[in-house]
């Protein structure tokens, strides 16, 4: 899509994030809640909603549902009720949802994003406890679409946040801070491949200094990072290039296609009287004491942002790589586990956010689908620090830890990458280098100081980067300078 004539228009963003809870069972029945086992195998009468039976809350998404609260310091209700929404779609054979509507389990609270190097708040208007529906799939069959329910009474919270974001960048960078609080306190995997994290965007326009908002689109359930920011992208060009010709702006749910980079109607957008709420008869509204509330705050886990502090303040890493180092809930753990066994945190740090995530982005693979381990980096950063091996020797290493199943240990010796430090073994090569350059000894002499980097270039090529940097400079200066 082209780019709209003007730049006069504001856009305006809210998310719906709905987080899976990593409960063992499904929010109202005892079923389990695994991904990826055998289609419609646990799915029972209770998550089927058939006659007779009773749904029972799974007091584990409540405690789930209060931690996220209190680590944003929302309002967390006393009395929480629940609802149902009623809608029919083949993958909600009971025409209903269970979910929450008014007195929602969390209440107003917010959250700080990094905004290209400024913080801003995002307000979050409530987030409250539902159960997920089932999936209808599509490609199985030729002339049918089939059913799985095994999804159906998956336990989720819905994050609504407020209409603060006011660009797609903004809308990414709020995504990830609230799949690194999720993921942090341990209430979801957040993986957005297997659908445990994704969201719904709302996405209108106005003029800027208007005040009003324009008729928006919501775009339903984007999984990925990169696609809220693409979708978003193309439904502000899209709005604006509508209003700019003088159509009327439609008021609808759209989805995101990702194979051709653009949103499409799905249908004419819902609104909360079209779902028909009535209180859930079946479940009496949840009391939740103050002592209650407290107990689960004093139990909160470290979170990302005093994470990042702390690391700063122990390690004394500077806030840039505690950032990267804290970027997910994985790597923290794993550069903890480095740090509790090196001597220099700091080079260690740097190593990892310098040249180990470069080998990660390079295969496109995230610190959980890493070739590398913890204890491989370890036993890296060991041999460093005792200095058996040279800068370049760790790059090539790292390399191939990569490529082959092979030890630290046995890669040193494989690859001949033991430093050399003994100096009458490096003043031999030095003397040899320096005689096989007379002419660029003789300019050197003649006061081209940059030729000592030549040089030292020349060992560093005869020793295959194996000899000890600091002996090198200390005999090669005084040998240039006979």
Known sequence: MSNPKSNLWESIIGLEIHVQLATQSKIFSSSPSKFGVEQNTQASIIDLGLPGVLPVINKKAIEMAVKFGCSINAEITNK????????????????????????????KGSVMIDCEGDEKEIGITRAHLEEDAGKSIHDKYESYTAIDLNRAGTPLLEIVSEPDLRSSKEAVS??????????????????????????????????KGEEKF????????????????????????????VVES?????????????????????????????????????LIPLKISNEYIQS?????????????????????????????????????V??????????????????IVGDFLAILNKNNKNILESNISSEDLIDLFK?????????????????????????????????????????????????????ENPKQHNQYKSGKDKLFGFFVG?????????ADPKIVNEILRKKLNQ
């Open 80 to 107: 929480a009720i629940f609802a149902r929404k009623n809608y029919f779609y083949p993958d909600l054979p009971k025409g209903y949802q269970i979910s929450q509507l008014e007195n929602p389990i969390v209440g």
């Open 458 to 466: 020349q060992v560093m090529k005869e020793t295959q980067g194996s």
């Open 296 to 332: 689960v705050r004093e139990k909160l886990p470290e979170l990302p942002e005093q994470k990042i502090k702390r690391f700063c303040s122990d390690y004394l890493i500077n806030e840039y790589e505690s950032k990267i180092l804290n970027s997910s809930r994985e790597m923290s």
């Open 383 to 435: 041999n460093l620090e005792e200095n058996k091996i040279s800068n370049p020797a760790a790059k090539k290493i790292l390399e191939v830890l990569w490529d082959q199943d092979l030890t630290v240990q046995e890669i040193i010796k494989k690859e001949n990458l033991e430093q050399i430090s003994n100096e009458d073994e490096l003043s031999k090569i030095i003397i040899k280098i320096v005689e």
């Open 174 to 207: 709020y995504l990830k801070k609230i799949h690194s609080i999720v993921t942090f306190l341990g209430i979801s995997d957040g993986d957005m491949s297997q659908g445990s994290l994704r969201c719904d965007a709302n996405v209108s326009i106005r003029k």
């Open 246 to 282: 003088g159509e009327e702006l439609i008021q609808e749910t759209r989805l995101y296609d990702s194979n051709k980079n653009e949103t499409r109607s799905m249908r004419s957008k819902e609104h909360a009287n079209d779902y028909r709420y009535f209180p859930e008869p079946d």
């Open 334 to 351: 794993f550069f903890e586990t480095i740090a509790k066994s090196v001597k220099d945190v700091k080079t260690a740090a740097k190593w």
């Open 214 to 241: 324009g008729n928006r689109t919501e775009i339903k359930n984007i999984n990925s990072f990169k696609f809220v920011e693409k979708a978003i992208e193309y439904e502000i060009k899209r709005q604006t290039k």
